[in-house]
Structures are given as structure tokens and as C-alpha cells.
């Protein structure tokens, strides 16, 4: 697949107590993302390189052939750019060396959450993506998503609410 540049937005510097929506894909879209060996020490990793770099995962979901996170810079000097660069890196030399494969596909989507977009609207749309996928009934039934600020199950009932 070939490379497809997610441009950054020009006036902003990705620095600083932003939210950040995330989509990075693994490379040509492989499915890689099917076992617990395989997701285990990208989460780690993704837990490490948020806390290094001053960000907090508020929600995460490991699909089959890309990662999707919802992340919050938590201080003024949080660069998004060099967290996700960092991250990448990190999984990507552990695949190879494991596996001898690339990882991820070169750069990322991001969407910067505006003041008011809703964290929980964002978080619960992230974890039910493997429903949306056809993977599960339930984002309870699938093994790869975590919501750090309120619980995958209180997501889920508020789902149910709105939707009745």
C-alpha cells in the first residue's frame, strides 16, 4: 500500500494539554494484531511512551491491522509528534527483531480533539470500533480496548441509553 501523508495542521505546534484522537496502521494493512503475543507489548509500550512523554491514555483499542488512541498531553511541554514517533520506533525495532517485518506503515492520522468535542463521545466511539468492525456483539466481548478514564462496561450502558 502506498504511503498516504496525514499532513499536520500548519499553525499548530502538537505541543502542549491537547487531546488527541489517533490512527496508526500497520504496514500494508496486515492483520498482525491477533494474539495476545502480539498486542501484549505494544500496549506496554504504548503505557511507557505515554508516560515518558507526558501523556495520558485515555482510551485505546488494538484492531487487527491498526492501533486507535485517545491520548491527552498532560503537561505544557507534551509533544504528540514526538511521542508517536518514539512509540513507533520502540514496537517497530522489537517486531522486526521478533518477527523480521516492518510494523506500522509510515505516518499516522491524528484529529485534534477542540474544546468542545466530549472526551467520553470520542472514547466510546474508539472502543466500539470492533463492533462497528463486525469483530464482536459488544466491546465487551473484545480483548484488545481500554477505556483508563471510566470503565469499558459504564461506556458501553451509556451506548445502550442513547440508543433507546
Not at 79 to 93: G, L, N
Amino acid at each position: 500500500m502506498p504511503f498516504i501523508y496525514a499532513p499536520r495542521l500548519p499553525a499548530f505546534n502538537y505541543t502542549g494539554c491537547y487531546r488527541y484522537s489517533l490512527t496508526i496502521r500497520t504496514f500494508d494493512r496486515f492483520k498482525v494484531f491477533i494474539s495476545d503475543a502480539a498486542v501484549h507489548p505494544v500496549v506496554v509500550q504504548l503505557s511507557q511512551k505515554a508516560d515518558a512523554h507526558r501523556f495520558s491514555v485515555i482510551a485505546y483499542c488494538v484492531m487487527p491491522d491498526h492501533l486507535h488512541a485517545l491520548v491527552a498531553g498532560e503537561h505544557a511541554a507534551a509533544d504528540v509528534r514526538e511521542f508517536v514517533r518514539i512509540f513507533k520506533q520502540q514496537t517497530s525495532f522489537e517486531w522486526k527483531r521478533a518477527h523480521g517485518t516492518s510494523l506500522w506503515q509510515r505516518g499516522y492520522f491524528d484529529h485534534v480533539l477542540r474544546d468542545d468535542e466530549d472526551t467520553f463521545v470520542v472514547a466510546r466511539y474508539i472502543i466500539e470500533n470492533p463492533v462497528r468492525a463486525g469483530l464482536v456483539a459488544s466491546p465487551l466481548d473484545y480483548p484488545y480496548l481500554r477505556s483508563l478514564r471510566v470503565s469499558v462496561r459504564d461506556l458501553c450502558y451509556s451506548v445502550q441509553i442513547e440508543r433507546t
